[in-house]
């Protein structure tokens, strides 16, 4: 469903998944997407601090993470989080 663009559908199967089985680093972060998608921000941050727990070097969840500050209208958050990642992904 959320691959497909429903995240409205699958926001409630993910969070009902992450939350029965808090170390399924995929459930944790689809979650994050679809939560992002719907502009449900302070959700989206709390699943990809989870995916963070799981995997803390995952640069997707990071990524992901500083968006979610800079649309939540934390830009200094959003640059410390994201700064980073463009020393690491390639050129």
């Not at 429903?6 to 399924?24: D, F």
């Not at 993470?65 to 800079?70: A, P, S, T, V």
Request: charged letters at 20%; one cysteine or more; hydrophobic letters at 45%.
């Amino acid at each position: 469903m959320a691959s497909e663009g429903q995240c409205a559908r699958a926001i409630p199967l993910l969070t009902h998944l992450a939350q029965a089985e808090p170390s399924l680093f995929l459930a944790q972060i689809t979650l994050s997407k679809c939560d992002l998608a719907s502009e449900q921000f302070a959700a989206a941050e709390l699943a990809l601090n989870s995916s963070l727990r799981l995997r803390p070097d995952n640069l997707e969840a990071k990524f992901y993470l500083g968006i979610c500050q800079f649309q939540e209208g934390r830009p200094s958050d959003s640059l410390a989080t994201l700064q980073p990642l463009a020393k690491v992904l390639p050129r």
